[in-house]
């Protein structure tokens, strides 16, 4: 442990009054937060456009510093994962997914997970801490240094083109510092990232999410996998906390937003469970009721051992999201990515644990 202050995850204003503290004038927090989002930089020495002095008194006071990268893999299809450790020793899972010429980093927000979905395996871990905004905004960074994405390219060019904010925990958990993330993530002098290109996935902490998105302007995606509150509260204990009626009346007031745009739906296909023609004809109902622009993303479930859940078969998938089509909803189907390295949420996490 130091006792230097970390800047990787202090708003400018914050940089700001650290500067001030050190007899520095305001406009060289934009200068230091260019050198820190924009450059990539992690070494005050090389902060040529300070002077001698101030780089030697920033290196006394403060310090830039990147998770550790504790294990790596790369599957077939390029997807990419990394087990990052912070200073405390407590680990979480970042993983990048390419496409074909652009690709998209998901970051984790907790150690752990306190929303304890039956079918995912992050849920099995308990919940351990928070992440701090530093540590969210780290993630990318150490993906941004892997790829040599420095200095920030223009949209166009960069292959870590998006992220979102689907790892391990739940994101309105930790609601202050995920926020402070994605403003430092979409900050245009720094990492500058189009708030278009980050989503946010919630399991529906209800009253949270239109404070959430109001204030950051991220998209929003919402991990609903079942169309009614029977079959939600079997997979997801949360739905009886935030009903699936709250959810969707939070999701009408995200809709209401200036600038959102159609909702993301995340559905899981597990086998008997969701995956009926009827659960199709159900969610079309309740999109209808509320009234909400949406788009389904089914995800085929990648079963990891003990889950109890089975994944459902690729006719049921397709037959599903024809009805789905039908009633004029867009509803792609996501293969699993990377299935040779566990890379479901929170297994490289789990089985690095064990060892
Ligand atoms: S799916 Fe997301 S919200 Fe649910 S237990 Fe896993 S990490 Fe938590």
């Known amino acids: 442990m130091t006792d230097k202050i970390e800047l990787i995850g202090l708003s400018k204003e914050e940089i700001g009054q650290e500067l001030a503290k050190i ?3 305001p406009f060289r927090a934009k200068q230091l937060w260019h050198w820190i989002y924009w450059q990539g930089e992690t070494d005050f020495s090389k902060m040529t456009s300070f002077s001698k002095d101030l780089r030697e008194k920033l290196a006394a006071s403060y310090t830039i510093t990147r998770p550790k990268i504790v294990a790596e893999q790369i599957s077939k299809d390029k997807t990419h994962k990394w087990l990052l450790e912070f200073e405390d020793g407590q680990r979480v899972e970042t993983v990048y997914i390419p496409e074909e010429d652009r690709g998209a980093v998901c970051i984790s927000t907790q150690v752990g997970c306190a929303v304890g979905c039956r079918f995912c395996h ?15 905004v780290g993630q990318f960074l150490v993906a941004r240094d892997v790829y040599k994405e420095w200095p920030t390219p223009s949209d166009e060019t960069r292959y870590l083109s998006n992220i979102v904010v689907m790892g391990m925990g739940e994101p309105l958990h930790n609601a ?12 245009g002098d720094g990492i500058s990232l189009s708030k278009r290109r980050v989503t946010l996935s919630t399991s529906g902490i209800a009253p949270k999410i239109a404070p959430f998105f109001r204030e950051t302007k991220v998209q929003m995606a919402v991990s609903l996998h079942a169309p009614n509150n029977e079959i939600r509260s079997q997979i997801m204990p949360i739905n009886n906390k935030y009903p699936l009626e709250e959810v969707m009346k ?21 086998k008997d469970i969701n995956d009926s023609l009827d659960c199709a004809r159900q969610l079309i109902d309740l999109m209808h009721k509320y009234k909400l622009d949406a788009k389904f993303n089914l995800i085929a479930f990648n079963p990891w051992p003990g889950c109890g859940f089975e994944a459902s078969s690729g006719n049921r998938i397709h037959a599903f999201a024809k009805e789905l089509n039908n009633a004029g909803f867009a509803a792609p189907i996501r293969t699993p990515r990377g299935q040779d390295i566990l890379a479901a949420c929170g297994q490289l996490k789990s089985k690095k644990d064990k060892e």
């Open 122 to 136: 992050t849920g099995s871990q308990k919940i351990t801490r928070n992440l701090t905004a530093g540590e969210i």
């Open 250 to 270: 939070a999701c009408q007031e995200y809709q209401q937003m200036e600038g959102s745009r159609f909702i993301t739906f995340e559905y899981l296909m597990l």
């Open 176 to 187: 202050e510092n995920a926020a402070k993330a994605m403003k430092i993530l979409t900050d």
């Open 23 to 25: 007899g520095e004038k």
